[in-house]
């Protein structure tokens, strides 16, 4: 049995990769992060299943758009299942390349759910919800307060 340091970690590294993929613009690298029939929803609603979907899905979005930075802060990382299933919640913002501002439309609470195959933890779901907080303007700039505090990713 793992210690919480282990596990815990283990589903940090894995979630900041992915946003590390991401602002890397690396499909192949982020689609490699899930499981063979991992599921992404992104941000807009989007569904998509399957380690080589989710790869054909993001590699256009990369070619055809400079996409904003992830900047983001795990807020609880939680065992399921012994250490074999593990849940991240977090929030993120996301900075337009090349802007000094964090875009706060563009806020999102993240959810990840990791299983571990062969020692080594894949995504089985990952999902960007937007942080609208209708009729909460407070909650909003309450978050992209605390997302601006932990300053731009160092991307370019």
Not at 114 to 142: C, W
Request: with cysteine.
């Amino acid at each position: 049995m793992s210690t919480i340091d282990d596990w815990s970690a283990s589903a940090r590294r894995v979630y900041f990769g992915l946003l590390d993929d991401w602002n890397r613009q690396d499909a192949r690298a982020m689609a490699s992060r899930f499981a063979e029939r991992g599921s992404l929803v992104g941000f807009d609603g989007s569904a998509i299943d399957g380690h080589a979907c989710i790869e054909a899905h993001v590699t256009p979005i990369f070619a055809q758009h400079p996409t904003p930075l992830f900047v983001a802060k795990v807020r609880e990382v939680r065992r399921i299942a012994g250490d074999q299933t593990l849940l991240v919640r977090a929030v993120a913002g996301m900075w337009p390349r090349g802007a000094s501002a964090l875009d706060p439309q563009m806020n999102a609470i993240q959810t990840v759910v990791l299983s571990r195959y062969d020692g080594v933890y894949r995504i089985e779901m990952f999902q960007n919800t937007p942080a609208a907080f209708h009729g909460r303007p407070e909650e909003a700039e309450k978050l992209s307060e605390e997302l601006r505090a932990l300053g731009k990713p160092q991307f370019s």
